[in-house]
């Protein structure tokens, strides 16, 4: 029988078709107007779904570069910090912070479970003198949002700066930088932004930046000074990634065009049918708060999470993601982030349909995709 | 919210990502060692799916194109010839025939009723002389399979030679040229070859060269002699579409990995499920000999069948085709063919399930879903 791959996972996303064929377009030269034109278009488009007046920069490494420039930039050795950790991103944090020297109270989080603005006030008082709270926007190991803009209130009445990642939520779930009070924002191309992975993104607010002026830690490659620098020339101070900045470009068309209300109108569609198909068979969700970008699924009793994840992608070719660490074996994750439509959801409900008939699990047959379906359809414009 | 462009129509078919990519290669030059061998691989390749052990022939054209190379090369002004009429594609023959002078008696069918092998034999009894009988193995405006094994039993103990319109049901369904003593048979790049159309592919049986032997209609472009000569030295005699080759290829090895039988099979199991899914909704086929190619439905008695096609298209993006000329707005096609999956039947399930419930159509939401996993889940691997 002929198969058809299905990406399921939060990030890698798919990509759309026009995206994905300009990859194949011959690469231009990053030093010329014709490159900078398109950069600067880059530059506009991110700041539009950052929501944000500040500059955003374009770094060609991974979502943790970004990670890693986050810190860099505003720390110093032995600055006190904070950092949430509810899963394998908010640990991230921690590791990147600790060879640095910064000083880090890391706050441990059951996976699912919410962390109120109050606690975070709470942690604060008890910790006078932090410089930085990071936090996650969208923890894609447990399918969670945090609250950012109960922390961004909280922030901004003390010296801290808040720093989130939202490389895996932001452009699926609403997150405006300015608006939210957010310090520092990083972001990811594989996900909303729906090109491959390889680029990342970084914005500093004002707060930030004079936090950066007295920073100390060592940083070449991810000195934002030198990407400020660049940016007012048009261009970036390393050799860009260009078909990947071009990709960028037509995505983001695609993105302007449809509106950021839409998209996350179209995020919160998917995820409410994804659940409503998840409750259907009966199954219970990880998370106390799911989000639109990932829901991630407590495997039932009794049946093995790991086959569970095998025969998904196996046999259907469906991939979507399993459990890590604590959770491997334990839950089994369904992305509905970057270039998915309605019947991808239907197609992932079918195969975990499939699946799940295989193990022996007891439901009614068709009655996820039916779920779903209902939700698709009454919205369905 | 995001939607995805779904090909269910019977050609163009979906295509494999990495066969699509191959366009994107650049244009190698077709009188060169390079080109010559990859061309060869394609004739051998095209031979297996043929299951013939004569040359077939690559034309730059539609499968129409091909069409009328067998009639051009087989006949003479005034030869008799019949043909079987059971849609738009067996009309066709006519319409080809007529220009040329051949003294053609046209069989007009009901549109999905069977013509049986005995009524051809009648038929050629009361036609003495007839040199040719056209027909189709798949009629794609009806989705009904012809009886090509029985006609071609008639016609071997004839001096008529059997030619078939395979252009939409080879490599789909059965149809072994010489097994089943096919004189004459041509297919189409678009369709179970999963390609891009352009490419026609056409092959003659000796029976059908003593014809061409002595055939005076006027051709030039089509002239199957030319195509044998130019095949001897491994190209073709006027400049072929490369890079289509080259995909063609790329197809072929594909499908001489998985194996003829199994992708018979494939087929099969798609219009099970298809058809499963159709009578779970109450809904009844047009043809009485369905083929796994496509399903023709009846659309129900008090729809608007325009509606229903123009609503599948434009808000689920679920490509369908319509009715042609007397069943125009009375029914509706979903094809399974090509590079097409399980969950594109789940999908194209869920869009005509939506599109009903939109136009009042009374039916248990997610029963044809269900009903065609249930025969994918059998039968997935």
Redesign the interface.
């Known amino acids: ?4 791959y ?1 990406l399921l996972s939060p990030g890698p996303t798919p990509i759309p078709a026009d995206v994905l ?1 300009s990859a ?1 377009e011959p690469i231009i030269h990053h030093r010329t107007p014709e490159f900078s034109a398109i950069f600067m278009e880059v530059s506009t488009g991110l700041k539009y779904v950052f929501q944000t007046d500040q500059d955003v920069f374009v770094l060609a490494s991974s979502g943790t570069g970004a990670m890693q420039a986050a810190v860099v930039n505003t720390l110093s050795a032995g600055d006190k910090a904070i950092s949430l950790n509810g899963g394998k991103f908010g640990e991230r944090w921690g590791k990147i912070c600790r060879p640095y020297g910064v000083d880090l109270k890391e706050i441990e989080l059951e996976w699912g479970q919410p962390f109120t603005a109050e606690q975070l006030a709470d942690e604060l008082k008890a910790n006078p003198g932090t410089k930085a709270v990071f936090t996650t926007l969208s923890e894609t190991s447990s399918g969670t949002l945090y609250d950012i803009q109960g922390y961004g209130e909280v922030l901004a009445q003390s010296e801290a700066i808040l720093v989130v990642d939202g490389i895996s939520g932001l452009g699926a779930t609403p997150c405006p930088m300015d608006e939210w009070k957010v310090d520092v924002m990083v972001a990811g191309s594989q996900k909303s932004f729906m090109i491959p992975p390889g680029l990342a993104y970084i914005s500093f607010s004002p707060k930030a930046w004079e936090l950066a002026e007295k920073s100390t830690l060592p940083k070449f490659y991810f000195d934002a000074k030198a990407y400020k620098k660049s940016l007012g020339k048009s261009t970036t101070p390393y050799t860009p990634a260009v078909s990947l900045i071009i990709q960028q470009k037509k995505s983001l068309d695609i993105i302007k065009s ?1 509106g950021l209300e ?1 998209l996350f ?2 995020h919160r ?1 998917l995820g409410d049918a994804t659940r409503a198909g998840i409750q259907a068979l009966g199954l219970e969700l990880l998370s106390k708060n799911p989000g639109n970008i990932l829901t991630a699924v407590k495997v039932p009793e009794g049946l093995d999470g790991l086959q569970l994840v095998k025969t998904m992608q196996g ?3 469906a991939y979507i993601a399993g459990g890590q660490d604590p959770y491997k074996g334990k839950i089994f994750r369904i992305a509905h982030l970057g ?6 959801i ?2 992932a409900l ?2 975990l ?2 699946t799940l ?2 193990l022996g699990y007891d439901f009614e ?3 996820s ?2 779920a779903a ?2 939700v ?2 009454e ?3």
Do not use: R
């Open positions: 029988m002929i198969k058809k299905y064929s194949a449809m839409k109108e179209h569609l046999k259907y070719q270039y998915m439509g309605g019947f991808d239907i197609t079918s195969a349909e499939m008939s295989e047959s068709g009655s995709m039916k379906q209902d698709l359809k919205n369905w414009e």
